[in-house]
């Protein structure tokens, strides 16, 4: 997984989204749909939509995350001569 100028966009606004569904499970009831929502879909299955979502994110996240972390070990193991990962696991076994 490359580096995607939104990942880390694309989080906050899962995050916020979330948000917002919960606030309206407050303010109108878990049970309660919007009066424009022609599949009448009540609040508490919009908010696991956006928990669903939201997971997706940051498993998206994590994964880039990972990524940036495996490079800069590699990097750093490379500036002291210790090669990658799988040369340090040879050169110990």
């Not at 309206?24 to 609040?43: I, M, S, T, V």
Request: glycine content about 4%.
């Amino acid at each position: 997984m490359e580096y995607n100028d939104f990942i880390d966009i694309r989080v906050l606004e899962e995050i916020s989204e979330l948000q917002k569904e919960i606030t309206k499970a407050l303010r109108f009831g878990y049970k309660n749909f919007h009066p424009q929502d022609e599949k009448r879909r009540p609040n508490y299955l919009r908010i696991l939509d956006e928990i669903s979502d939201l997971r997706k994110a940051l498993n998206q996240y994590e994964e880039f995350l990972r990524l940036l972390e495996r490079r800069e070990y590699e990097k750093r193991s490379k500036e002291v001569g210790l090669g990658t990962n799988k040369e340090c696991t040879n050169t110990l076994l």
